[in-house]
T-cell receptor, first 110, second 112 residues
Framework: AQRVTQPEKLLSVFKGAPVELKCNYS??????LFWYVQYSRQRLQLLLR??SRESIKGFTADLNKGETSFHLKKPFAQEEDSAMYYC????????????FGTGTQLKVEL | NAGVTQTPKFQVLKTGQSMTLQCAQD?????MSWYRQDPGMGLRLIHY???????DQGEVPNGYNVSRSTTEDFPLRLLSAAPSQTSVYFC???????????FGEGSRLTVL
């Protein structure tokens, strides 16, 4: 069965420091991967998806099929980046089922 | 634009009681789903629907029932509440199979 692993429950960095939120997946087919974010008192929302290959709010994520990873990166953390981040996997033929990881709480300290 | 609306936002139940969490979306999305969010476990899929009249089970369907009589509404029913169902429940919808999920604000349920 497909699985998404986010090894860090909490990641604390200082403002201006680089950020890397780890995500590994297990799936033998061609995955579609997403990062969702939940800011305090806001709804869970899509941050970015791998097929778009875009940068959103300074964040990027590259799909590495060899390492089955989809790490989220940002070169310089900002205070407003503090949030819960979820990595999610979609598999073809799965309806609209997304499998989510357990989430990483990012805390950016001043 | 309301998006995905969930009611109630908070609910306390006693063990054995039943209730329905309401979910409505005004974006004409075919795909809708219910997730529960528990500390350390992320979001787990309960049930989902790919269109009116079609529902299917997700990862943790036991103790929950759903129906999809219209495109807009996707209620989640707890048949006989148990303390293990204490959680935050999220409804989500999307336009396509692998499209962006739009989430509701969540419903916090406590079962005593």
């Amino acid at each position: 069965a497909q699985r998404v692993t986010q090894p860090e429950k909490l990641l604390s960095v200082f403002k201006g420091a680089p950020v890397e939120l780890k995500c590994n997946y297990s799936y033998s087919g061609s995955p579609e991967l997403f990062w969702y974010v939940q800011y305090s008192r806001q709804r869970l929302q899509l941050l970015l998806r791998h097929i778009s290959r875009e940068s959103i709010k300074g964040f990027t994520a590259d799909l590495n099929k060899g390492e089955t990873s989809f790490h989220l990166k940002k070169p310089f953390a900002q205070e407003e980046d503090s949030a819960m981040y979820y990595c999610a996997l979609y598999i073809t033929g799965g309806g609209n089922k997304l499998t989510f990881g357990t989430g990483t709480q990012l805390k950016v300290e001043l | 634009n309301a998006g995905v609306t969930q009611t109630p936002k908070f609910q306390v139940l006693k063990t054995g009681q039943s209730m329905t969490l309401q979910c409505a979306q005004d974006m004409n999305h075919e795909y809708m789903s219910w997730y529960r969010q528990d500390p350390g476990m992320g979001l787990r899929l309960i049930h989902y629907s790919v269109g009116a009249g079609i529902t299917d089970q997700g990862e943790v369907p036991n103790g929950y029932n759903v129906s999809r009589s219209t495109t807009e509404d996707f209620p989640l029913r707890l048949l006989s509440a148990a303390p293990s169902q204490t959680s935050v429940y999220f409804c989500a919808s999307s336009y396509t199979r692998a499209g962006e999920l739009f989430f509701g604000e969540g419903s916090r349920l406590t079962v005593l």
